[in-house]
C-alpha cells in the first residue's frame, strides 16, 4: 500500500510540474558547460582557473534544480624548512567538487534573467608540490556554494563563492570563482 500511495504522490507531483512548465516561454530541460577564473584565500595564492558541466531542470519558471560538477586548479607559493635550510616550492591544489544546486529567478520570463543560487555536495582536494618531496594532504569535505548571475541568450556569467573549510594545515580551501557559461537545451518554446 506505502508503495501505491508513493507511486500516486510522485505521478502527480510529476505531472503538476509538467503542465506548469507547458505554460512558460522557456524549455525545463538543459545542460550548462563553461570555464572561469578563481581566487583562493590561502596565502600566497595565485589565480586559478574552473571546468563545470551542470544539467538542471526547471521545476517552474522560477526555479531550477541540477547537480554540478567542477574541477578547480589553483597554486600558492609557500616556504618550507627541510633540514634547517628554507626553500620555496609551488603547490597545485586540485579541487573536485558534485553539488546539488538550486537557482531563483527574479524575471523568469524575461530574455536576461537575473539569479541567486546555491548549492551543498562534496569537495575533494588533493594537491602536489612541483619542487620538494611533501605531501600536501588529501582531503574530503562537505562545503556550500553561493552564487549570483545573469542568464541571457544561452549563456550565464556568474559569480560564485564556495566555502570548503580548512585543510590539516589550517589554509582555508575556501574560494571565489567568475565563470562564463554556454547551456544546451533551457532555450526559448517556438
Known sequence: MKNVSFVLIAGCLFFTSMS????????????????????????????????????????????NVGLKLEGDLNERNNTYTIDQIKQKAKIIQEIVSGLATTDYYFKPHENSRPFVGAGLGIYYVDGYCDALPIATGKTTNFGTMLRVGIDSNHLRLMLSYNYLGKDKDGYDLSFFSLTLVGYIGGGKKE
Do not use: H
Open 20 to 63: 506548469l512548465n507547458a505554460q512558460t516561454a522557456f524549455q525545463p530541460f538543459r545542460v550548462d558547460m563553461g570555464s572561469g577564473w578563481n581566487k583562493a584565500f590561502w596565502c600566497n595564492t595565485g589565480d586559478g582557473i574552473a571546468l563545470q558541466i551542470e544539467p538542471k531542470y526547471a521545476v517552474i519558471p522560477e526555479l
